[in-house]
Structures are given as structure tokens and as C-alpha cells.
């Protein structure tokens, strides 16, 4: 089984690429995210909980994330491995992520790829994506730039975590979309 994390600052482009990789090697996409802001516009209690977070450039907690992972993935149990959009985000998150795919016997995670892009580029996207979807949370660049921050300071460790265990790729995310998806494909490639 095929289980890979996209990973990210916010604006790298994993929501665009999941849906690429989704589509060439038939795989399902879990996106905290996404998962997220359905429950925020349902006002469930962990849409409540988390929309209070995010609209001031949180993350979740690690608890609420290993929530909805568990979720997700009871969700889609005949399913031929996962692209994990948005998850893991803290050493936490990543120590238990082995223990709960096994739980729902989709293996082990393969690899980690690690979309780099410039912060510039970033916050353009970003900007540009809040006028598309209107998202909260990409609408002030000093939300953004928090944001990225928090990704710098609490998130991007986990790239070491996955280095540690040979499980980590690094892509350059600037350019244009084809592009970017074909330096992630022959990195996917090597671990089919």
C-alpha cells in the first residue's frame, strides 16, 4: 500500500497536486483541512472548537488532528493507499501516525514529500487564493506570515522525523503546476 504525506508551508500547493497524484495513482486523499472546514460550515462541535484556532493562524490540536485521522480512515477502508494532506504536523502526531495506520491496516507511511517554495510565492498564493475560495484564513498577510511561521518553528521538524527513517523526499514547489507534478512523480516512482 502506497501511503504518502504532502507536505508543506501553507500555499505550497498540496490541495493542487493531491488531486494530480489522486488521480494518476488511485489513491485517497485525506486532508485535515478540508475535513476541517466542513465541519467548521456544519458548526459540529469540533468545527466550533477548531474555527477558533484557525481564524487566528493556529493549528488544531495534536488530539483533534489524530481525531479526524481516525476518522478518515474508517472511512476508506478498501482503499489503495492514502495521500495525507495537512497530517502529521508535530512530532506527536508523526510517533503515533505508524501505529494508527497498522491500526487500520493500511501499513506503514512510504514517504514524505516536502514541497518547497519560496515565502514570497507563498504569500502571493495565498492572497490569491483567498480572493478564489474566500477562505478566512488566507484574506491578511500577517495571518499568512503567522502561518508560515508556525510551519518554520512547530511544523517543519517533522521533516527530520521522516529523513531519520529514510522516508523523506524534498521537491522544489516553485513553478508551474505540470512541473511541480512531474518532480513529484519520479520521487513517487522510486518508491512504487
Given at each position: 500500500?502506497?501511503?504518502?504525506?504532502?507536505?508543506?508551508?501553507?500555499?505550497?500547493?498540496?490541495?493542487?497536486?493531491?488531486?494530480k497524484?489522486?488521480?494518476?495513482?488511485?489513491?485517497?486523499?485525506?486532508?485535515?483541512?478540508?475535513?476541517?472546514?466542513?465541519?467548521?460550515?456544519k458548526?459540529?462541535?469540533?468545527?466550533?472548537?477548531?474555527?477558533?484556532?484557525?481564524?487566528?493562524?493556529?493549528y488544531v490540536?495534536?488530539?483533534?488532528?489524530?481525531?479526524?485521522?481516525?476518522?478518515?480512515?474508517?472511512?476508506?477502508?478498501?482503499?489503495?493507499?492514502?495521500?495525507?494532506?495537512?497530517?502529521?504536523?508535530?512530532?506527536?502526531?508523526?510517533?503515533?501516525?505508524?501505529?494508527?495506520?497498522?491500526?487500520?491496516?493500511?501499513?506503514?507511511?512510504?514517504?514524505?514529500?516536502?514541497?518547497?517554495?519560496?515565502?514570497?510565492?507563498?504569500?502571493e498564493?495565498?492572497?490569491?487564493?483567498?480572493?478564489?475560495?474566500?477562505?478566512?484564513?488566507?484574506?491578511?498577510?500577517?495571518?499568512?506570515?503567522?502561518?508560515?511561521?508556525?510551519?518554520?518553528?512547530?511544523?517543519?521538524?517533522?521533516?527530520?522525523?521522516?529523513?531519520?527513517?529514510?522516508?523523506?523526499?524534498?521537491?522544489?514547489?516553485?513553478?508551474?503546476?505540470?512541473?511541480?507534478?512531474?518532480?513529484?512523480?519520479?520521487?513517487?516512482?522510486?518508491?512504487?
Amino acid at each position: 500500500m502506497l501511503n504518502i504525506i504532502l507536505f508543506g508551508p501553507p500555499g505550497a500547493g498540496k490541495g493542487t497536486q493531491s488531486k494530480k497524484i489522486i488521480e494518476k495513482f488511485n489513491l485517497t486523499h485525506i486532508s485535515t483541512g478540508d475535513v476541517l472546514r466542513k465541519n467548521i460550515e456544519k458548526r459540529t462541535p469540533l468545527g466550533i472548537e477548531a474555527k477558533k484556532l484557525i481564524d487566528d493562524g493556529n493549528y488544531v490540536t495534536d488530539e483533534m488532528a489524530i481525531e479526524i485521522i481516525h476518522n478518515e480512515l474508517s472511512n476508506h477502508n478498501n482503499s489503495n493507499g492514502f495521500i495525507f494532506d495537512g497530517f502529521p504536523r508535530t512530532t506527536f502526531q508523526a510517533e503515533q501516525f505508524s501505529n494508527i495506520l497498522s491500526k487500520h491496516g493500511g501499513g506503514d507511511v512510504t514517504l514524505m514529500i516536502s514541497i518547497e517554495v519560496d515565502e514570497i510565492l507563498l504569500v502571493e498564493r495565498l492572497m490569491n487564493r483567498s480572493k478564489e475560495s474566500g477562505r478566512p484564513d488566507d484574506r491578511q498577510e500577517d495571518i499568512i506570515k503567522k502561518r508560515i511561521d508556525i510551519y518554520h518553528s512547530r511544523t517543519s521538524c517533522i521533516k527530520d522525523f521522516y529523513k531519520s527513517r529514510g522516508k523523506f523526499e524534498s521537491i522544489n514547489g516553485n513553478g508551474k503546476i505540470d512541473v511541480i507534478f512531474n518532480r513529484i512523480c519520479e520521487v513517487i516512482d522510486k518508491y512504487k
